[in-house]
């Protein structure tokens, strides 16, 4: 549970996360600071920290530092972090999407008077209307398309030339997860699919996405790119696989695990 201010005990020793434009600070050795607020040289009002959590068992703290702007080269995005195991990047995203959600619900959007923080969980409120915001969780999925010994890789128009992943899209209004799926595979790349399989979900903050995995049998339909939208697409055999993302973020976990299950399909 969150906790939106902190009596600042100057001397209190915690991991900070200061956030940024939607980066984190680290240290010069590329970890997350650890030791107290004034050994640390961190300033900020009250509202502005608040506890996310713990890391390695001790309290883990944001501080929103969004009024100084800054060119400091040790910013990353929680993306960049994925390499600092589970628990910190979980910390991470956290940070970026509650220090997000506190600088755009300042005032409300039904009557424009200011918000207040609401101090038993992590939502804002107005006084005069009664309005209430929760931070914007926006449900997106992943789907892994395979058929007899392959599996369908696209590439987005945000995507640079031979870089590759499976499909993604945003779920809509009043949609469930595997409507969705069947929905974004058809309009990106005009396939029909069947038998999903949940694989699992990931935190992905940029800003506020949460991505839920399947992998899905192919049924029908000759590949046709949605323009705008996707770049390429191809069926790739599971053995000669382009450019894909790291094994640490969902999609590329989903790509090795396709790629396991046919080769050993394969071996049998
Ligand atoms: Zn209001």
């Known amino acids: 549970m969150i906790k939106h201010s902190i009596e600042l005990a100057p001397t209190k020793t915690a991991y900070w996360l200061v956030v940024n434009k939607s980066k984190i600070k680290l240290t010069v050795n590329g970890e997350i600071p650890h030791g107290s607020f004034s050994q640390l040289a961190l300033t900020a009002k009250a509202e502005q920290v608040c506890l996310l959590g713990t890391l390695a068992g001790q309290e ?94 696209a590439r987005s128009s945000r995507h640079k030339p031979g870089s590759f992943s499976i499909l993604a899209g945003f779920v809509e209004s009043a949609e469930t997860l595997e409507n969705a799926a069947k929905r974004e595979v058809k309009e990106e790349v005009g396939v029909e699919i069947t038998n999903l399989r949940y694989v699992g979900s990931q935190p992905w903050p940029f800003p506020h996405s949460l991505m839920a995995g399947f992998i899905a049998d192919y049924v029908s339909g000759e590949i046709i790119c949605q323009p705008e939208e996707i770049e390429e697409a191809y069926w790739y055999d599971v053995d000669k696989l382009p450019e894909v993302p790291a094994v640490e973020t969902l999609s590329g976990l989903m790509i090795r695990q396709v790629q396991q299950m046919m080769t050993s399909k394969i071996n049998k």
């Open 60 to 153: 883990c703290y944001l501080v929103i530092d969004h009024d100084q702007i800054t060119d400091d080269m040790n910013f990353v995005t929680p993306r960049e972090m994925l390499s600092l195991g589970e628990e910190a990047y979980s910390l991470a995203a956290r940070a970026t999407q509650v220090a997000l959600f506190m600088q755009t619900h300042r005032f409300c959007g039904q009557c424009g008077s200011a918000m207040h923080l609401v101090n038993w969980e992590l939502a804002t409120l107005c006084h005069k209307c009664g309005h209430r915001c929760y931070p914007r969780i926006a449900p997106c999925v992943l789907i892994a398309v395979q058929r007899e010994g392959q599996i369908l890789l």
